[in-house]
């Protein structure tokens, strides 16, 4: 059963605590890719990667970091420096080889809640 | 520089009449447009996507879309909405250039009234 996977589906965090938010795919893709959405708004992107042990900041990445050392694996930190971490968190995987087809599957996400 | 207008913030429709929502897109390079659509507390589905072939592109879910260069449009239609299109939609745009990521419009909401 191919696909992305995300867990938790829902995540508390503490003030001053880094959580990991987990996004796993089968799919043999080599860019991976997370987005924040909040209320009413579209997706923005935090970070992304191409390839295994690379990845490149996105539009939002203050907070955040990220690692890429499986090629089916990019775990997303929010660290305690990211003061409005309440949010739904996108994964989301294509696969570099489809050129002008290529297309962004997206895992069902984790809402991030802080307490 | 690429960005997405979304037209519409809600659109309301009764079960059967037909669906339209408005996207209108800036790219400085030939763009590919998608079409997400997303259920409460879910992820994103692709309805459809356009990527310089044919311009009108048909989806699932009986959703076809017309990219329109001089119009610079890419509007979202249905001939008879369903109970189950009740969702938001998100026109996206991207630009074949070294960044593969996608620019999100933000979003249309489309109740369908019984």
């Known amino acids: 059963d191919g696909g992305i996977t995300q867990s938790p589906k829902y995540l508390f965090r503490k003030e001053g605590q880094n959580v990991t938010l987990s996004c796993e795919q089968n799919l043999n893709h080599d860019a991976m890719y997370w987005y924040r959405q909040d209320p009413g708004q579209g997706l923005r992107l935090i970070y992304y990667s191409q390839i295994v042990n690379d990845f490149q900041k996105g539009d939002i990445a203050e907070g955040y970091s990220v690692s890429r050392e499986k090629k089916e694996s990019f775990p997303l930190t929010v660290t305690s420096a990211q003061k409005n971490p309440t949010a739904f968190y996108l994964c989301a995987s294509s696969s570099a080889l489809a050129g002008v087809q290529e297309t962004q599957y997206f895992g069902p996400g984790t809402r991030l809640l802080v307490l | 520089a690429q960005s997405v207008t979304q037209l519409d913030s809600h659109v309301s429709v009764s079960e059967g009449t037909p669906v339209l929502l408005r996207c209108n897109y800036s790219s400085s390079y030939s763009p590919s447009l998608f079409w997400y659509v997303q259920h409460p507390n879910k992820g994103l589905q692709l309805l459809l996507k356009?990527?310089?072939?044919?311009?009108l592109v048909k989806g699932i879910n009986g959703f076809e879309a017309e990219f329109k260069k001089s119009e610079t449009s890419f509007h979202l239609t249905k001939p008879s909405a369903h109970m189950s299109d009740a969702a938001e939609y998100f026109c996206v745009v991207r630009t074949d250039t070294g960044r593969r990521a996608l620019t999100f419009g933000s979003g249309t909401r489309l109740q369908v009234q019984p």
């Open positions: 356009y990527t310089s072939a044919a311009t």
